[in-house]
């Protein structure tokens, strides 16, 4: 069958043949739909990030994934039913953080993330699974059933955010997305249907530019980081509640703390590599302390987050998904999907 | 009556007379027993922080006290009872944090602290407070009540921390306290009660002293930062899963992220001034998300912290509180309370 990987060797995608996967007792067989291509692939093809299988010298790329089940082999599954899967499987063994349903909350190591980190991806015609790391979704979402998995990131850094603000009253209003890709943007749509008065996006891009129409369609601000730096938005705009970092840039994690209002929350899911810069670390120790500001980070999402990432995509206008979704190509045109440019979203490879 | 306050234009503490105040209707008249000294006290003194009422040109000292019920004006308290005060007022006209009893949650501006900003504090004969701010507390914790409201602090931090963590099992077993002044060993004292299985203490002190065997008498381990800083505490002991910063030294905030296990937090109730250095804030903005760690910053303390600090003081052993409380001396030589020497761990006045 189809597959399309990244040889260790190698530094692009290329398409290969591989055998289609027989399901393990136990196991299913899913037919894939729809991949969505993400910042995480692009990082793996330069090599930046992400393991092959012990036994290959090549990874098949794809996290992002919608499918249908082809074999339900004795279980649960209907053939036909839509399905989303998760992407951390054990790394040989189960341990505790797979064992009570948290494979997002176990530490490097513990974990294979497949398609990034020592087990297979999704980019290819089937793929098999344990049943417990696919969630069933509504036929409604199966178009863009790929945006679930960058979704439920989002909802679980909210998740964790709220928690952390539960010891007193907090009535959020203002939030401020760092980043217009398509993390940002679906996390921008996300926080808007969550009663968010007011929502800013934060880029550096000119006008005209889709992904500012997308910012101003959703009714939030546009925030030009290159006119207005994070250290300056709360005194431009206002003090947020709630700040969401999606870009990686690091100083973005402390700069968070001048831009958040007291009380506020930064969370945290964008990774940058290592990066040296000077801070006034006291101000920002002390405004986090005299304001009980909290930063908080979050990698990855469990079940609880993909199936509220169902009922969010479920939410969203068909416009914003339409606009967002820039590119979907067949497997004889894949290259299209990891090219990159300003008119580019969000792209997916259709099987 | 005697009060012990600071004058705008003075350097030192000073014994003053001033009118013994009479309670408004609605007020109750206390007595006050003891009043500790913090390192709050010493900034205020050293005219680093703190602000005197609209009306005078001194501030009496003092937010750390215990007294007792001398004249209950029609409230529902009575005679002879046993009262910590709470520290924050509205500042003026009641905000809606005073409005649901979070005072702990005002932004700057939005109240008075006794004893620190535009309100007079606790070191005098008698204060009148609304009984709203007042925590009953038994005749057992009356002798070291003073400790109440800094143990109050640790409680509110622990509480924001551990909500921090809620969106997902977390069992911490290692806990690290910086700091080994007197809030320092009383959270270390804390956490023993409240299940860490081991905890760590880390100073910059020589043996033989005082707060290292208290450390040791508690059963936590005494961290040297001389010899082990706190980048260097993981490695060289275990990753933490919770770090309570109580030094206010710049650096740690970063640090605590560097020394955190997988899924730990780190809770921050120093106050440090503006402090430049550089970091690799890439390495710790990445480990915040790749491990789901959090930062918490925390300020004074709410009515329900005070009330757990009152079981948690209870429950603590009478050795420890004898030789955490170094001096407790009486009004004629007050002076005593705030000098500070290798020997000296907290202090308080009595009245």
Known sequence: MDAIAVYDDGDDPELIDV???TPASGEVLVRVSRVGIDGTDHEVIAG???VSPDDDDYLVLGHEAVGVIEDANGTAFTEGEVVVPMVRRPPGTENEY???DEPDMAPAGQYHERGIVGAHGYLCEYFTSQPEYLVSVPESVAQYGFLIEPVSIAEKALEHAIASRAAFEWTPESALVLGNGSLGLLTLAMLDRRGFDRTYCLGRRDRPDPTIDIIESLGATYVDSR???LSRVSAAYEPMDLV???TGHAPHAFETVEALAPNGVGALVGVPGSHQFEIDGGTLHE???LHNKALVGTVNSGRPHFERAVETLDSLPEWLLDDLVTDVVGVDTFERAFSD???TIKTAVEF
Chains 1, 2 share one sequence.
């Open 227 to 229: 006119d207005t730096p």
């Open 19 to 21: 055998p289609r996967p």
């Open 98 to 100: 797979f064992q009570r």
């Open 287 to 289: 405004e986090l302390v």
């Open 244 to 246: 969401f970092e999606a």
């Open 48 to 50: 930046e990030h992400g």
């Open 341 to 343: 440019d300003d008119h």
